[in-house]
T-cell receptor, first 113, second 113 residues
Framework: QQQVKQSPQSLIVQKGGIPIINCAYENTAFDYFPWYQQFPGKGPALLIAIRPDVSEKKEGRFTISFNKSAKQFSLHIMDSQPGDSATYFCAASTPSGNTPLVFGKGTRLSVIA | DAGVIQSPRHEVTEMGQEVTLRCKPISGHDYLFWYRQTMMRGLELLIYFNNNVPIDDSGMPEDRFSAKMPNASFSTLKIQPSEPRDSAVYFC???????????FGPGTRLTVL
């Protein structure tokens, strides 16, 4: 019930491509869906987040698409660059204040020039 | 603010030795989290504290692991005795709430020989 399933495990795209990372969840009480970005040797850092009252959110080249009925959300990176090479984690949490973020297992993205 | 501070950044030890990892959260954050990251398991939540009190330690793998938070600005994760399978990157994170944005430290890379 608390799981967030993330795919793919790894992804290689060419510069300028649009990598898409998908996450699915079961708990309908989840109402906050962030994505974290982790560069090698660093801790994860919040990249972008969405709440279920909207179906899409854009911040620069990063877009979250949210499908409440399918219980899925995804991260799209437009015009990907080698500097976007990192591990990306999706996560989810409930509004209760009693349970922490639940993280997906991560996707290792490599953008090659 | 300096962000979440962890020490040491790297630790190499021999099987059977005691290992202590340290964390200083961001001032004002009431929640502190300890995670373990491996290729196989991704990011695993080990334990988290609220106002220095452990709330959920169900992720602690076994009795060899213990965590303390003696005050609002310091926490330790101890492994005694350490085993090679404990080799991983350990992250500390802090936040204002368990379900909201978490700020991660740079991690401690532990190698148990």
């Amino acid at each position: 019930q608390q799981q967030v399933k993330q795919s793919p495990q790894s992804l290689i795209v060419q510069k300028g491509g649009i990598p898409i990372i998908n996450c699915a969840y079961e708990n309908t009480a989840f109402d906050y869906f962030p994505w974290y970005q982790q560069f090698p040797g660093k801790g994860p850092a919040l990249l972008i987040a969405i709440r279920p009252d909207v179906s899409e959110k854009k911040e620069g080249r990063f877009t979250i698409s949210f499908n409440k009925s399918a219980k899925q959300f995804s991260l799209h990176i437009m015009d990907s660059q080698p500097g976007d090479s990192a591990t990306y984690f999706c996560a989810a949490s409930t509004p209760s204040g009693n349970t922490p973020l639940v993280f997906g297992k991560g996707t290792r993205l490599s953008v090659i020039a | 603010d300096a962000g979440v501070i962890q020490s040491p950044r790297h630790e190499v030890t021999e099987m059977g030795q005691e290992v202590t990892l340290r964390c200083k959260p961001i001032s004002g954050h009431d929640y502190l989290f300890w995670y373990r990251q491996t290729m196989m398991r991704g990011l695993e939540l080990l334990i988290y504290f609220n106002n220095n009190v452990p709330i959920d330690d169900s992720g602690m793998p076994e009795d060899r692991f213990s965590a303390k938070m003696p005050n609002a600005s310091f926490s330790t994760l101890k492994i005694q005795p350490s085993e090679p399978r404990d080799s991983a990157v350990y992250f500390c994170a802090s936040s204002f709430s368990p379900e909201g944005r978490q700020f991660f430290g740079p991690g401690t890379r532990l190698t148990v020989l």
